[in-house]
C-alpha cells in the first residue's frame, strides 16, 4: 500500500484508511466482537496503517474494538479519535467542547484505545457555544503533555480553521467528500491547500450508494441512520443511479469496480487527500485496498467530470437539524 502524509505534517498514513464506526454504529446492529477485531486485524496485514473511531461510536463501544483489534500493532499504526459529542440523559447527541471536558474524553479515549496518545484527535463538529481558541488550546495542552500528537477537526467551516491553526496546528480536517458530495471543492480544498492541511473524507463511497450495491429497491434496518437521510429516500435513490451508471460505465472500461473507481477519483484529486471509506465485510475490505492501485487516466477523469457535471444528485446529505452541526 502506497504511504501519503497529510499536508505539511510528519503524520505518514495508508493512501486509504479504515473507517470503523459502522462496526458499532450508524448501520443497523453491531456486527459481533470478534468479527470486527478479525477485520481490523486483516486491514492492517493488507497495508492499511490509518484507522478511524470516535468516543461516541457505540458510544464508547467502537473505540473499545478497535484498542483491542490494534493492540498487537503499537507503534505500526495510526489511530485517530474524536471528541465533543455525547448522549444527554434523554439519550439525544449533544455537543459538549469545554476543555475541561476534552481533558476527560481523552483520558477515555486513551484508555480504551489502550494507547499512551492519541496520535489524531478531532473535534467532532464545532460547538458553537465553546470559542474555538479554547478548543485548540485544550488540545495544545493535550500535545504538550504528551496525550495526543496532531490536532483535527471534523466538518469544520474555513473561518473556524484558519482560527483554530493560529493557536494549534491543524494536521488534518475530516469532512465528507464524494463524487456526489463535491462542496469541499468550493472552499474547504482551497484553505486546506494554502494551510498544508490534509483532507481525510469520511463517506467516500457515498455511505455505500457509488459502490452500486444499493438501489430504490433496497430497505435498511431500523436502526441505519439513512432511514432519515433525504438522499436515501426510495425516490431520491432511484434518480441518484445516474451517478453509478457513470461509475460502472467506466470501471467495466478498466475491469474494476465502481467502488474503485470513486476512491481511485478522490486520490486523484490531492496526494494530500486519504479517505476511509468503511465496511463490515472481508470481500469489500479487500476492495477498497485495490483501489489505491488504480490508475486513472487524465482522459478517465476527464470523462467523470464532463458526465458528472450533467448529474444532478437529488436529496440533502444530512437532515436539517443535523446539517447545522456542520460547516460552523
Known amino acids: 500500500?502506497?504511504?501519503?502524509?497529510?499536508?505539511?505534517?510528519?503524520?505518514?498514513?495508508?493512501?486509504?484508511?479504515?473507517?470503523?464506526?459502522?462496526?458499532?454504529?450508524?448501520?443497523?446492529?453491531?456486527?459481533?466482537?470478534?468479527?470486527?477485531?478479525?477485520?481490523?486485524?486483516?486491514?492492517?496485514?493488507?497495508?492499511?496503517?490509518?484507522?478511524?473511531?470516535?468516543?461516541?461510536y457505540g458510544p464508547f463501544t467502537n473505540e473499545e474494538l478497535v484498542g483491542e483489534?490494534?493492540?498487537?500493532?503499537?507503534?505500526?499504526?495510526?489511530?485517530?479519535?474524536?471528541?465533543?459529542?455525547?448522549?444527554?440523559?434523554?439519550?439525544?447527541?449533544?455537543?459538549?467542547?469545554?476543555?475541561?471536558?476534552?481533558?476527560?474524553?481523552a483520558d477515555g479515549s486513551l484508555k480504551r484505545l489502550k494507547v499512551e496518545a492519541i496520535?489524531?484527535?478531532?473535534?467532532?463538529?464545532?460547538?458553537?457555544?465553546?470559542?474555538?481558541?479554547?478548543?485548540?488550546?485544550?488540545?495544545?495542552?493535550?500535545?504538550?503533555?504528551?496525550?495526543?500528537?496532531?490536532?483535527?477537526?471534523?466538518?469544520?467551516?474555513?473561518?473556524?480553521?484558519?482560527?483554530?491553526?493560529?493557536?494549534?496546528?491543524v494536521t488534518a480536517v475530516e469532512s465528507e467528500y464524494s463524487l456526489w458530495w463535491r462542496r469541499p471543492e468550493d472552499e474547504l480544498l482551497p484553505a486546506l491547500e494554502e494551510l498544508g492541511i490534509g483532507l481525510v473524507p469520511f463517506s467516500p463511497?457515498?455511505?455505500?450508494?457509488?459502490?452500486?450495491?444499493?438501489?430504490?429497491?433496497?430497505?435498511?434496518?431500523?436502526?441505519?441512520?439513512?432511514t432519515i437521510v433525504p438522499r436515501f429516500t426510495q425516490a431520491a435513490r432511484k434518480a441518484n443511479l445516474s451517478l453509478v451508471e457513470l461509475l460502472r460505465r467506466i470501471s467495466e472500461r478498466k475491469n474494476v469496480t465502481p467502488a474503485q473507481i470513486a476512491l481511485a477519483w478522490l486520490l486523484a484529486q490531492k496526494p494530500w487527500i486519504v479517505p476511509i471509506p468503511g465496511t463490515r465485510k472481508h470481500e469489500r475490505l479487500e476492495e477498497n485496498i485495490e483501489a489505491a492501485g488504480v490508475e486513472l487516466t487524465s482522459e478517465d477523469l476527464l470523462e467523470i467530470e464532463s458526465a458528472g457535471s450533467k448529474i444532478t444528485i437529488q436529496g440533502a446529505r444530512y437532515p436539517e437539524e443535523l446539517e447545522k452541526r456542520t460547516g460552523l
Open 119 to 169: 496520535d489524531l484527535y478531532y473535534q467532532h463538529r464545532v460547538d458553537p457555544d465553546v470559542p474555538i481558541e479554547e478548543v485548540a488550546g485544550a488540545v495544545r495542552d493535550l500535545i504538550q503533555q504528551g496525550k495526543v500528537r496532531h490536532f483535527g477537526l471534523s466538518e469544520p467551516g474555513v473561518a473556524t480553521i484558519r482560527r483554530a491553526h493560529t493557536v494549534q496546528p
Open 1 to 56: 500500500m502506497q504511504k501519503r502524509k497529510l499536508g505539511n505534517s510528519d503524520l505518514e498514513v495508508s493512501a486509504i484508511g479504515l473507517g470503523c464506526m459502522g462496526m458499532s454504529h450508524g448501520y443497523g446492529p453491531a456486527i459481533d466482537r470478534q468479527l470486527g477485531i478479525r477485520l481490523i486485524r486483516k486491514a492492517v496485514e493488507s497495508g492499511v496503517t490509518f484507522f478511524d473511531t470516535a468516543e461516541i
Open 69 to 105: 483489534a490494534l493492540s498487537p500493532f503499537r507503534g505500526q499504526v495510526v489511530i485517530a479519535s474524536k471528541f465533543g459529542l455525547k448522549l444527554d440523559e434523554k439519550g439525544q447527541q449533544v455537543q459538549d467542547s469545554r476543555p475541561d471536558h476534552i481533558k476527560r474524553s
Open 205 to 226: 463511497l457515498g455511505k455505500g450508494f457509488l459502490t452500486g450495491k444499493i438501489d430504490e429497491k433496497m430497505t435498511f434496518d431500523s436502526s441505519d441512520f439513512r
